[in-house]
C-alpha cells in the first residue's frame, strides 16, 4: 500500500490594520489544514517587506491602511512577485471606485469584510488553483 505524500499547505500573509480583524482571520484559516498564515503585519509598509521575505503564495490584503494603503502595497509587492496572489478585503465592498482601483494595483481578487466567514476560504483555494 503506498502512502500518500501531504499536499503542501496554501501559505498566507495577512496585512490589515485592525488588529482584531487580523486576529479573527488567523483564527478562521487556523481551522484549515491545507492554510497556513506564515506572517501577518499591521500596516502596508511592514506588510510589503513580509510578504517579499516569506514569498507566500496568497496575501490576504487590506485596502485602506496608513502611511502605505492597500492599492500602493499591492503595486509593491505584484511588481517584485507577480505570482503572489493578492486577495484585496475592505469593509467598503460596495464601491465599485476602489474595487476597479485595486483591480488595476494588481489584486487577484476582491472581498468584502462581511464575507470573511463564509467566503474567505474558498477564495484562497480557488486563488492558489488559478
Known amino acids: 500500500m503506498a502512502i500518500r505524500e501531504a499536499a503542501t499547505p496554501i501559505r ?19 481551522l484549515e489544514h491545507d492554510i497556513v498564515v506564515i ?8 506588510g510589503v517587506a513580509l510578504a517579499l521575505r516569506e514569498q507566500p503564495d496568497i496575501v490576504v490584503m487590506d ?11 499591492t503595486k509593491r509587492i505584484k511588481r517584485s512577485r507577480p505570482a503572489v496572489k493578492v486577495l ?16 488595476r494595483s494588481g489584486a487577484d ?12 476560504v474558498p477564495m484562497i483555494r480557488s486563488l492558489q488553483q488559478s
Do not use: C
Request: aromatic share 8%; hydrophobic share 50%; net charge negative.
Open 63 to 73: 485596502v485602506m491602511m496608513p502611511r502605505i494603503d492597500g492599492f500602493e502595497a
Open 12 to 30: 498566507v500573509v495577512l496585512i490589515d490594520d485592525d488588529a482584531n480583524f487580523l486576529w479573527l482571520i488567523r483564527v478562521r484559516l487556523e
Open 39 to 46: 506572517g501577518e503585519a499591521g500596516e502596508g509598509e511592514t
Open 88 to 103: 484585496a478585503v475592505t469593509s467598503l465592498s460596495g464601491d465599485k471606485a476602489m474595487r476597479q482601483e485595486m483591480y
Open 109 to 120: 481578487a476582491f472581498l468584502g469584510k462581511r464575507d470573511i466567514a463564509t467566503a474567505l
